[in-house]
C-alpha cells in the first residue's frame, strides 16, 4: 500500500490550505484515514481522522479550524486548514488503518505558516 501526500505550502497566518492524500495498491477493509503531524523537536501527534465508521477526531488544538474528509471511491482523504496558525508549521503525514494489523504512512508532506 503507498500513500501519496501533497497540498503543502508556506502561508500567512490567517490563512488556508488544503491537503489531499490517496491511497493505492492491495488496500484491504479500511479502518480509518487521517492525518497527523510533526514539528520540529517534537513527537508525532494525531491531528484528524476519520473512521469507516463515520466517526471523526480532531486534536484539541484544530477544532474548529481543520475539517478532515475522506472519498472512499478514490481511497483518499483530504484536511481543509482554515485560520492557520503559525504554531500549525510541521510536516503533516497522512494515515491508513486497516482492519487488521496493516497500518501505512504516506511520506510527509511541510506545511509552513509564517509572515
Known amino acids: 500500500v503507498q500513500l501519496q501526500a501533497s497540498g503543502g505550502g508556506l502561508v500567512q497566518p490567517g490563512g488556508s490550505l488544503r491537503l489531499s492524500c490517496a491511497a493505492s495498491?492491495?488496500?484491504?477493509?479500511?479502518?480509518?484515514m487521517g492525518w497527523y503531524r510533526q514539528a520540529p523537536g517534537k513527537q508525532r501527534e494525531l491531528v484528524a481522522v476519520?473512521?469507516?465508521?463515520?466517526?471523526?477526531t480532531y486534536a484539541d488544538s484544530v477544532k474548529g479550524r481543520f475539517t478532515v474528509s475522506r472519498d472512499n471511491a478514490k481511497n483518499s482523504v483530504y484536511l481543509q486548514m482554515n485560520s492557520l496558525k503559525p504554531e500549525d508549521t510541521a510536516i503533516y503525514y497522512c494515515?491508513?488503518?486497516?482492519?487488521?494489523?496493516?497500518?501505512?504512512w504516506g511520506q510527509g508532506t511541510q506545511v509552513t505558516v509564517s509572515s
Open positions: 494515515n491508513l488503518d486497516e482492519l487488521g494489523p496493516g497500518s501505512y
Open positions: 495498491g492491495s488496500i484491504r477493509s479500511i479502518n480509518s
Open positions: 476519520s473512521s469507516s465508521g463515520g466517526r471523526k
